[in-house]
């Protein structure tokens, strides 16, 4: 977390006008992404929406022949389920992990 010249506080990617008061209570999550490829006919959807550019299209084609998502930034995944809800042929899962309780 960082001041920046207008004031805000930055925390991993996002500006805040001011830290949430409950900051110390958030646990930090890290989400994990799993793709059924078959399932996917390359809309692209998930991965425009992902607020973390976690996604990207894959080189590789499915069953379908399109080409799905691939995870390409496992680690700036926040669990945060939108690539998930967005899917129309519910070909992600989103698992979430409780990675540090701040206390
Ligand atoms: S759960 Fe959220 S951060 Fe993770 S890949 Fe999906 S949209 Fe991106
Ligand atoms: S939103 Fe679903 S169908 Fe569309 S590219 Fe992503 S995984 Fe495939």
């Known amino acids: 977390m960082g001041n920046r010249s ?7 990617g996002t500006a805040f006008w001011r830290p949430p008061l409950d900051l110390q209570q ?6 994990h992404v799993v793709v059924d490829v078959d399932l996917c006919k390359g809309c ?8 973390a550019g976690v996604l990207a299209t ?5 069953r379908k022949g399109y080409h799905p998502p691939e995870v390409l930034h496992p680690e700036k995944c926040t ?3 939108f690539c998930q809800r967005v899917c129309p042929d519910f ?7 409780i ?3 701040r206390a």
């Not at 958030?26 to 989400?31: A, D, F, W, Y």
């Open 6 to 12: 207008d004031g805000r506080v930055r925390s991993e």
């Open 58 to 62: 894959s080189p590789k084609r499915n």
């Open 99 to 101: 990675v540090e309780v």
């Open 44 to 51: 692209g959807y998930c991965i425009e929406f992902c607020p």
């Open 91 to 97: 070909a992600i899962t989103v698992q979430k992990e």
């Open 79 to 81: 669990g945060c389920g």
């Open 26 to 31: 958030i646990p930090k999550i890290q989400g």
